[in-house]
């Protein structure tokens, strides 16, 4: 038995966040904040800025932060380049990263980063694996239900938690998952 590279994206994408959260860690460069977040009233005038709206899913605040977003990604993310295709599960990832970005930077005082609004849309698009074209997963219902309630709870809570980019998030996954489906 042989170890493969089962989940380009997913896998390259993990090795990735991991290798910016030890370089961060380990020097004095201070990658994350200078790098791979997003900050209110962006400088538009300033390219960084811009790359900061998609690169924000790559940084992390600490390990246990990276931890629990990967355990998801790494749970779900080979299924869905499987059913979806690497090149489209990448597009998809760089859609809700922009998207959650300039939404935190248009609407919110808080910076953002981390891989949350990816792990959601994982979560959501997920429930259309074995979606047929005319039906409604009942497994989307009830995770939109359970999902949406958490988050509309938690968003009152001072907990340093973006559960808006957990909102917006699953809100992409489910617009793909309808879209990719139902055609």
């Known amino acids: 038995m ?3 590279y089962n989940s380009p994206f997913v896998l390259t994408y993990t090795f990735v966040c991991v290798a910016i959260l030890i370089i961060d860690s380990l020097t004095v460069f201070q990658l994350i904040p200078g790098l791979f977040t997003v900050y ?4 538009y005038q300033n390219p960084l800025s811009w790359f900061r709206l998609v690169s924000h899913i790559a940084g ?10 990967f355990v998801f990604i790494l749970l779900l993310g080979p299924i869905l380049e499987e059913k979806y295709s690497t090149r489209k599960l990448f597009t998809y990832v760089l859609i809700t990263a922009l998207i959650t970005g300039l939404l935190n930077n248009f609407f919110f005082t808080t910076g953002l980063l981390g891989a949350s609004g990816v792990v959601f849309m994982f979560i959501l698009l997920a429930s259309f694996v074995n979606f047929r074209s005319g039906e409604i997963p009942l497994t989307f219902i009830l995770i939109i239900f359970l999902f949406l309630g958490k988050e509309i709870l938690q ?3 001072n907990d340093n938690i973006s559960q808006f980019a957990h909102i917006i998030g699953g809100l992409c996954g489910s617009i793909f998952g309808f879209r990719t489906n139902s055609g």
Do not use: E
């Open 60 to 69: 992390h605040a600490n390990a246990a932060h990276l931890a629990s977003n």
């Open 40 to 43: 209110p009233h962006m400088p």
């Open 155 to 157: 968003a009152f809570a």
């Open 2 to 4: 042989k170890i493969t």
